[in-house]
Structures are given as structure tokens and as C-alpha cells.
């Protein structure tokens, strides 16, 4: 059956569109575009550039701090991901039992996520600095202790979140199937393993999608908690392709080239993730 | 409501949406023919005096005057960001020649202003072959600052190494005085000789360029280098050292702590009378002022490196050249300079820029002004002395990156995670690459 508003809508969509779709333009594909562009270029404001062609990208490849930022950041993503998934599932799974008072430690543990990464940065830092001192050392002092950090925080901020959305995928699990499984004699530990986690994938594809890109993509937290110190042995690749951008002379255009191969490898990781934990979906 | 009317509407209500939001794109700034002025300050410790000496412009003149304020550190990110903007500032700063190489395009010639007329030494203006193109308006003095009161009472031990303050006078002196001090610390009721060398970014440029320029000085005066060399020997480095190993060890902190301690963490240890030395310059008076300190608690050593100590004297330069935007608007570069102009020669202006920012300029109009500023009433002595006043060559160094390079080897060496072979690395190899990088 067709409404009068789905008729409406089937010949005035590209109206209503249009306005988001010229922001979308303006705030994404412009700048992206023009970015791509400048990462060939040599340039010291974004509005006068020289075309140079591959040699930013030369430059990029070639230095060792980005290689160093791309490790501290590809594992940091491994360990971060897997702690939240693991703690953030367990956490929604024993808030979805009756508890007294689950709702109140869903919203506490929910908090975290609604303060900027900046914020929580410096939070972290005088709380790990309070700590560390007992040592006389601080958080920089090495970039374990920054890595580590960095890990604490990024678990802290973004398990609240993630339970929300594995909650969400267990109060719709069907219950005829739990309730199947529990009839034919399946101890809990299969009822986990082999009914609810193949039914959670789709939470768990979305999950793990967010805290992949997250973990790649950090950028406020770095910069409060440690800014790379020492020796920029902390520092991520987000905060490594500002630097370069803006802290050295001259190197604009290899900030930029650094910024064009991020975007590759996050989208190459993400695509191979999404299809990854997509392909072990199935229906109830 | 007929279908016509609610199309009517529907369609004018989505146009407005779209341009209200392209509106706020566009060009927002006025096109009066007066001139706009925007200037892009360097120095976070004057923000607020050069806001409301911005304002008085304004209610004195009409002509509206912004002023924005880089955070510490941050100046040339927001430089870049800002000028790649339509309203782009005005008025901006470089910090020397090697500033000035990047943004030489943006630089109008300033041959014509007050500004450059009243400078009582034109020499040190920024030329670009024989334009010029930056004036330096604040001349500042660094040394190591001493609490008057923690020296007195030092001197008056049993056991003291000197009997005034005036008898430091070489490296040795103050190195035995610091250590001594160091070991006396309870009776002194400090917690160390020097405040910490912290090495957070409001604190390490005190030691990767300010400390840094000692050696670079002694070395340019050896060799008669006078432009940017393409490298560096790093004769003097083992001053450098003895220097930077007395500011760690005769200090109020542990050294493994030091990553993470401030400009503040210093500045108010020295206050609180935690510390009788500290490294800084005349700058750092309206902070102590406000942190509770009076005039006659300070005065000013050089930072004695153990080569020529009998003629050393404070190190006096500037860093903050005003340059004018070539690309703003010629209005605006008018209104910029007659804005610049007013700064030096109006009464407002130089009570502003003498009073309220305690700045020593250089120009011919302040020369009735006298300051308040305990440091810089030091500096004037010591010039006046007749001891050689150590030069800023750190405006040639080739990159921020060398420096951040070198304060974090520094910071390695200091809290034991690296050897003082990675500083001298960071600071001879180092020069060369980054000068090829920028040439």
C-alpha cells in the first residue's frame, strides 16, 4: 500500500535531500577532495599550493617516526578492541540479568562516554601522574607507561558505549531458542559459545567496527595524556600527521600525504573487519 | 491551504536553510573602506593587556582592532590555519630569519612606518634583501633569576662559599654555590637550588633554545659566524652539559619526575621561595608579581658557561618581529600600520606596552619610560656594566623540530633513559639535516 506521504515523498525526495546533501558536500567531499589534492602539492596555508607530485608521499614512506606511530597505533587498536569487546559484552551481559538496580549501572557506566576525549585526557593524566609519583615518575617518563595509559583510558571511556549496543542486541535475543537450548540439556557454557554469541554477531560487528576506526582514529586523548612524549615514542598516527602538519615547516604537503595513506589503511582494516565478523552472522 | 501554497512554502523554507548555511561560509567581514586590523599575538603572558589596549583603539579611533592569542607553543599551527582564512590576520609575528623564510610571501615592506623610523637601532630590524620587513618590538633579557632573600640567607651560614650575591661571578662560583646550597637546603627551608627544569612545552623552551643558545653563542663567536651556518661543531657542549647537570641535580625535583613539570610548577616553586635559582627572563615578572613577589626579592645572573665569565653578561634579543600581511587588503595594511603606529607613539599605547605588558622596547619614543620591572632593571645595569651582552642566535636554529628534538634527548638524559651522546647528536647531526630539510 501506497500513502499520500510515500507518494509525496517518491517525488519530492531529491528536495529534501538536497540540503543535507550540500552539506555533505560542503563539510565532506569538498575538503576530501581538495585534500587529496594538496597531498601533491607543496604548500604553507591550504590556499596557495605548487604541485610537486609524489614526492610528500616519498618523504611520508620514508619516515620513521610516522612507522613508529603507525605500530603504537596498530597496537594499541589490537589491545584496545579486544578488551572492550571482551569486558563491554561481559558487562551487558550480567546488566541484562535481573539485577537490582541495573539501570543505574548502565547509566554509570554509560558516563564516561559523554565527556570529550580531551577532558578525560587531562583527568587521566593528573589521576596516573598522582599515582605514578608514589615513583617519582610521570607518564611520560616512557612510552610504555603512555601506551598503557592511553589504554586504560580509551577502555574506560568507550566500554559504557559499547554495552549499550550489546544490551540493545541481547534484549532482542529470541528467547525460543534460549529456551530450546536450556530443554535439550545445554550447559551454560554452550548456551554462551554456540546459541548467543553466533546471534550477538551483528552487535559485534558494529562494536568491533567502532573500536577498530576508534583506535586508529584516536587523536584528543593522545594529544591531553601524553602529546607523544617522550620522544614521540606515544605518539598515534592521527597526532602524527598533525604534527607533521603543523609543526614543521615545509612539511604541510607530507602531513597531508601522511593523512591520504591513514585514510587507506583505515578504510582497508575496516572493510576487512566488517567482512570478517559479517560472514560469521546467522539467522535465528 | 491549497497543494500550490504548500509547495510555495515548502520549496522557500528549504532556500532559506541552504542559504542561511552558505551564508556562513562566506565572506562575513565588513568592507568598510576604513581598514580592518587583526593581529595574531605571539605571547600568551600579554593576551589580555593587548585586548584591552585594542579596545581603546577602537573607542578612540573607530576602528575596530582584534587581537587573538596563540596558546603557548602553538603560534606558527595557528598562524597557518589563520592566514589560510578570508579574514586572515592583519598584523602578524616571526620569530627571526628562520621564522621569516616561511612566511616571506606574506610580509609587506615596513620601511615607511613609525615603527621603523623610531627604532633607535634600525640594524636590528628583518630585512629580505634590503626590504624590511619585521620590527622587533619588545627586547627581552634572559638569565638565571635569583631570590634575593634565599642568597642573603644563604651567605650569612657559617660555612657559605660566598659572602653577597655579587660574588658569583664565574660557573665555578655559582656551581658550588648551588651545590652547597643544595646541602643546606633544610636551614634554607628550600627544597632545592634551582626550581625544575621541567620539560612539559610550557617549560623545555627554557632549555632546548634558551640554555641551547649559551654554546651556539660561545661557538658563533669563535668562528665569526654571524648568518645560519649548514653546520654546527658543538665546541662548547661540554659547558652545556656541566650547566644542564647542575639545573637537574641541585634542583627541587627528581629528575625521572621532570616530563611532566610546567612552566607554572617552576614559576611558582621560585615564588613560594622553594628554589633561589630559576632560568628565565624579564618576561616572567608579571607572573612572580602575581604569584605574591616584590620587586626587590629579584635580580638577574647571566647563565655563566665557564668560557669567558669575566665579560659574560645577560642574553638580550628579540623574537618578536611584527610583520604586515602583503595579502591583506591595501585599507587594511594602511589601518594595520596606523594602528602599529598609534601602539608606539600614543601616551595609551606605550603606558600599555611599557606598564601593563612590561615590555622593553626599542624604540626612540619610550625613552622616558621607566620600569618597574625588577628584571628589567637588571638588564639595564648589566648592559650599562660593560660586560658583553649574550646574543639570540637561537633565532637561527633551523627548525622547531631541531629543538623538539633536542629537548627530548635532553629530557631522556635527564631522567636516565638516554645518554648525553643522543644530545649532542640531537644537536650537531641534527642541525645539518634539519637546515637540508628546510633548504
Same mark, same amino acid.
Given at each position: 500500500?501506497?500513502?499520500?506521504?510515500?507518494?509525496?515523498?517518491?517525488?519530492?525526495?531529491?528536495?529534501?535531500?538536497?540540503?543535507?546533501? %550540500?552539506?555533505?558536500?560542503?563539510?565532506?567531499?569538498?575538503?576530501?577532495?581538495?585534500?587529496?589534492?594538496?597531498?601533491?602539492?607543496?604548500?604553507?596555508?591550504?590556499?596557495?599550493?605548487?604541485?610537486?607530485?609524489?614526492?610528500?608521499?616519498?618523504?611520508?614512506?620514508?619516515?620513521?617516526?610516522?612507522?613508529?606511530?603507525?605500530?603504537?597505533?596498530?597496537?594499541?587498536?589490537?589491545?584496545?578492541?579486544?578488551?572492550?569487546?571482551?569486558?563491554?559484552?561481559?558487562?551487558?551481559?550480567?546488566?541484562?540479568?535481573?539485577?537490582?538496580?541495573?539501570?543505574?549501572?548502565?547509566? %554509570?557506566?554509560?558516563?564516561?562516554?559523554?565527556?570529550?576525549?580531551?577532558?578525560?585526557?587531562?583527568?587521566?593524566?593528573?589521576?596516573?601522574?598522582?599515582?605514578?609519583?608514589?615513583?617519582?615518575?610521570?607518564?611520560?617518563?616512557?612510552?610504555?607507561?603512555?601506551?598503557?595509559?592511553?589504554?586504560?583510558? %580509551?577502555?574506560?571511556?568507550?566500554?559504557?558505549?559499547?554495552?549499550?549496543?550489546?544490551?540493545?542486541?541481547?534484549?532482542?535475543?529470541?528467547?525460543?531458542?534460549?529456551?530450546?537450548?536450556? %530443554?535439550?540439556?545445554?550447559?551454560?557454557?554452550?548456551?554462551?559459545?554456540?546459541?548467543?554469541?553466533?546471534?550477538?554477531?551483528?552487535?559485534?560487528?558494529?562494536?568491533?567496527?567502532?573500536?577498530?576506526?576508534?583506535?586508529?582514529?584516536?587523536?584528543?586523548?593522545?594529544?591531553?595524556?601524553?602529546?607523544?612524549?617522550?620522544?614521540?615514542?606515544?605518539?598515534?598516527?592521527?597526532?602524527?600527521?598533525?604534527?607533521?602538519?603543523?609543526?614543521?615547516?615545509?612539511?604541510?604537503?607530507?602531513?597531508?600525504?601522511?593523512?591520504?595513506?591513514?585514510?587507506?589503511?583505515?578504510?582497508?582494516?575496516?572493510?576487512?573487519?566488517?567482512?570478517?565478523?559479517?560472514?560469521?552472522?546467522?539467522?535465528? | 491551504?491549497?497543494?500550490?501554497?504548500?509547495?510555495?512554502?515548502?520549496?522557500?523554507?528549504?532556500?532559506?536553510?541552504?542559504?542561511?548555511?552558505?551564508?556562513?561560509?562566506?565572506?562575513?567581514?565588513?568592507?568598510?573602506?576604513?581598514?580592518?586590523?587583526?593581529?595574531?599575538?605571539?605571547?600568551?603572558?600579554?593576551?589580555?593587556?593587548?585586548?584591552?589596549?585594542?579596545?581603546?583603539?577602537?573607542?578612540?579611533?573607530?576602528?575596530?582592532?582584534?587581537?587573538?592569542?596563540?596558546?603557548?607553543?602553538?603560534?606558527?599551527?595557528?598562524?597557518?590555519?589563520?592566514?589560510?582564512?578570508?579574514?586572515?590576520?592583519?598584523?602578524?609575528?616571526?620569530?627571526?630569519?628562520?621564522?621569516?623564510?616561511?612566511?616571506?610571501?606574506?610580509?609587506?615592506?615596513?620601511?615607511?612606518?613609525?615603527?621603523?623610523?623610531?627604532?633607535?637601532?634600525?640594524?636590528?630590524?628583518?630585512?629580505?634583501?634590503?626590504?624590511?620587513?619585521?620590527?622587533?618590538?619588545?627586547?627581552?633579557?634572559?638569565?638565571?633569576?635569583?631570590?634575593?632573600?634565599?642568597?642573603?640567607?644563604?651567605?650569612?651560614?657559617?660555612?657559605?662559599?660566598?659572602?653577597?650575591?655579587?660574588?658569583?661571578?664565574?660557573?665555578?662560583?655559582?656551581?658550588?654555590?648551588?651545590?652547597?646550597?643544595?646541602?643546606?637546603?633544610?636551614?634554607?627551608?628550600?627544597?632545592?637550588?634551582?626550581?625544575?627544569?621541567?620539560?612539559?612545552?610550557?617549560?623545555?623552551?627554557?632549555?632546548?633554545?634558551?640554555?641551547?643558545?649559551?654554546?651556539?653563542?660561545?661557538?658563533?663567536?669563535?668562528?665569526?659566524?654571524?648568518?645560519?651556518?649548514?653546520?654546527?661543531?658543538?665546541?662548547?657542549?661540554?659547558?652545556?652539559?656541566?650547566?644542564?647537570?647542575?639545573?637537574?641535580?641541585?634542583?627541587?625535583?627528581?629528575?625521572?619526575?621532570?616530563?611532566?613539570?610546567?612552566?607554572?610548577?617552576?614559576?611558582?616553586?621560585?615564588?613560594?621561595?622553594?628554589?633561589?635559582?630559576?632560568?628565565?627572563?624579564?618576561?616572567?615578572?608579571?607572573?612572580?608579581?602575581?604569584?605574591?613577589?616584590?620587586?626587590?626579592?629579584?635580580?638577574?645572573?647571566?647563565?655563566?658557561?665557564?668560557?669567558?665569565?669575566?665579560?659574560?653578561?645577560?642574553?638580550?634579543?628579540?623574537?618578536?618581529?611584527?610583520?604586515?600581511?602583503?595579502?591583506?587588503?591595501?585599507?587594511?595594511?594602511?589601518?594595520?600600520?596606523?594602528?602599529?603606529?598609534?601602539?608606539?607613539?600614543?601616551?595609551?599605547?606605550?603606558?600599555?606596552?611599557?606598564?601593563?605588558?612590561?615590555?622593553?622596547?626599542?624604540?626612540?619614543?619610550?625613552?622616558?619610560?621607566?620600569?618597574?620591572?625588577?628584571?628589567?632593571?637588571?638588564?639595564?645595569?648589566?648592559?650599562?656594566?660593560?660586560?658583553?651582552?649574550?646574543?639570540?642566535?637561537?633565532?637561527?636554529?633551523?627548525?622547531?623540530?631541531?629543538?623538539?628534538?633536542?629537548?627530548?634527548?635532553?629530557?631522556?638524559?635527564?631522567?636516565?633513559?638516554?645518554?648525553?651522546?643522543?644530545?649532542?647528536?640531537?644537536?650537531?647531526?641534527?642541525?645539518?639535516?634539519?637546515?637540508?630539510?628546510?633548504?
Amino acid at each position: 500500500m501506497i500513502s499520500m506521504a510515500g507518494k509525496a515523498i517518491r517525488k519530492w525526495w531529491a528536495l529534501f535531500v538536497l540540503p543535507t546533501f %550540500v552539506a555533505f558536500i560542503i563539510g565532506f567531499i569538498v575538503p576530501f577532495v581538495y585534500g587529496v589534492y594538496l597531498s601533491f602539492c607543496k604548500f604553507t596555508t591550504v590556499t596557495d599550493a605548487k604541485f610537486v607530485g609524489f614526492s610528500n608521499y616519498a618523504k611520508a614512506i620514508k619516515d620513521p617516526v610516522f612507522l613508529h606511530s603507525l605500530l603504537f597505533s596498530t597496537l594499541l587498536t589490537i589491545v584496545t578492541t579486544i578488551i572492550i569487546n571482551v569486558i563491554a559484552f561481559a558487562v551487558a551481559y550480567m546488566l541484562t540479568k535481573a539485577i537490582k538496580g541495573s539501570n543505574v549501572f548502565r547509566s %554509570v557506566f554509560f558516563l564516561p562516554n559523554l565527556i570529550g576525549g580531551i577532558i578525560l585526557g587531562y583527568i587521566w593524566l593528573l589521576l596516573l601522574n598522582g599515582v605514578l609519583a608514589h615513583w617519582s615518575k610521570s607518564l611520560t617518563f616512557d612510552a610504555k607507561y603512555g601506551f598503557w595509559g592511553l589504554v586504560i583510558l %580509551v577502555c574506560w571511556q568507550q566500554i559504557g558505549y559499547m554495552m549499550i549496543i550489546y544490551i540493545a542486541g541481547m534484549q532482542s535475543l529470541p528467547t525460543d531458542v534460549l529456551e530450546a537450548a536450556s %530443554v535439550d540439556g545445554a550447559n551454560s557454557r554452550q548456551t554462551m559459545f554456540r546459541v548467543i554469541i553466533p546471534l550477538m554477531m551483528p552487535s559485534i560487528t558494529v562494536c568491533s567496527f567502532l573500536t577498530v576506526t576508534n583506535g586508529f582514529k584516536l587523536y584528543d586523548q593522545n594529544l591531553a595524556l601524553t602529546a607523544g612524549n617522550p620522544m614521540k615514542m606515544s605518539e598515534g598516527l592521527a597526532l602524527n600527521i598533525t604534527n607533521t602538519f603543523y609543526a614543521r615547516t615545509g612539511f604541510e604537503g607530507v602531513g597531508q600525504a601522511k593523512a591520504v595513506l591513514f585514510f587507506i589503511l583505515v578504510a582497508v582494516v575496516a572493510l576487512l573487519q566488517n567482512k570478517l565478523t559479517t560472514s560469521k552472522e546467522v539467522a535465528a | 491551504m491549497n497543494r500550490t501554497w504548500k509547495k510555495a512554502i515548502g520549496i522557500t523554507a528549504v532556500a532559506v536553510m541552504g542559504l542561511t548555511g552558505l551564508a556562513a561560509c562566506g565572506n562575513s567581514g565588513s568592507d568598510n573602506s576604513e581598514g580592518r586590523v587583526y593581529f595574531l599575538n605571539f605571547k600568551p603572558e600579554a593576551a589580555d593587556q593587548w585586548k584591552a589596549l585594542a579596545e581603546k583603539y577602537t573607542k578612540e579611533k573607530g576602528v575596530k582592532v582584534e587581537v587573538q592569542t596563540a596558546a603557548s607553543g602553538t603560534y606558527e599551527q595557528t598562524l597557518k590555519s589563520e592566514m589560510a582564512k578570508s579574514n586572515a590576520p592583519t598584523i602578524f609575528q616571526v620569530n627571526g630569519p628562520v621564522g621569516l623564510a616561511t612566511w616571506k610571501d606574506y610580509t609587506a615592506d615596513m620601511s615607511d612606518t613609525e615603527m621603523y623610523k623610531q627604532l633607535k637601532n634600525q640594524d636590528i630590524a628583518l630585512k629580505d634583501d634590503s626590504k624590511v620587513v619585521g620590527i622587533p618590538y619588545v627586547m627581552e633579557t634572559y638569565g638565571i633569576i635569583y631570590n634575593k632573600d634565599i642568597v642573603d640567607k644563604y651567605t650569612k651560614l657559617p660555612d657559605a662559599k660566598v659572602k653577597s650575591a655579587e660574588e658569583i661571578d664565574s660557573y665555578d662560583k655559582l656551581k658550588a654555590v648551588a651545590d652547597d646550597m643544595q646541602k643546606h637546603a633544610k636551614e634554607l627551608g628550600i627544597e632545592g637550588a634551582f626550581t625544575s627544569a621541567g620539560f612539559d612545552s610550557s617549560s623545555d623552551w627554557r632549555f632546548k633554545t634558551h640554555l641551547a643558545n649559551i654554546p651556539l653563542y660561545y661557538e658563533f663567536k669563535a668562528d665569526n659566524i654571524t648568518e645560519q651556518p649548514e653546520t654546527i661543531k658543538g665546541t662548547y657542549l661540554k659547558n652545556f652539559k656541566n650547566i644542564f647537570d647542575m639545573y637537574i641535580t641541585d634542583s627541587t625535583t627528581d629528575r625521572t619526575a621532570l616530563s611532566s613539570k610546567t612552566g607554572d610548577d617552576a614559576n611558582s616553586e621560585f615564588a613560594l621561595g622553594k628554589a633561589a635559582f630559576y632560568q628565565n627572563g624579564t618576561w616572567a615578572w608579571s607572573d612572580l608579581q602575581k604569584a605574591g613577589m616584590n620587586a626587590d626579592q629579584l635580580g638577574m645572573l647571566p647563565i655563566y658557561a665557564g668560557v669567558d665569565d669575566a665579560t659574560e653578561g645577560l642574553a638580550t634579543g628579540s623574537e618578536n618581529y611584527l610583520c604586515i600581511n602583503a595579502k591583506a587588503s591595501e585599507a587594511d595594511q594602511k589601518a594595520s600600520k596606523d594602528f602599529l603606529n598609534w601602539v608606539i607613539t600614543s601616551d595609551t599605547g606605550i603606558k600599555a606596552l611599557s606598564e601593563d605588558m612590561g615590555f622593553t622596547t626599542p624604540f626612540k619614543t619610550f625613552d622616558k619610560v621607566t620600569s618597574e620591572n625588577p628584571l628589567v632593571t637588571a638588564a639595564v645595569e648589566d648592559s650599562n656594566s660593560g660586560k658583553t651582552q649574550v646574543t639570540w642566535n637561537f633565532t637561527m636554529m633551523p627548525s622547531e623540530e631541531w629543538k623538539n628534538q633536542l629537548g627530548q634527548a635532553m629530557l631522556a638524559y635527564a631522567q636516565g633513559t638516554g645518554d648525553w651522546d643522543a644530545v649532542e647528536k640531537a644537536f650537531v647531526d641534527n642541525w645539518k639535516t634539519e637546515y637540508d630539510a628546510s633548504h
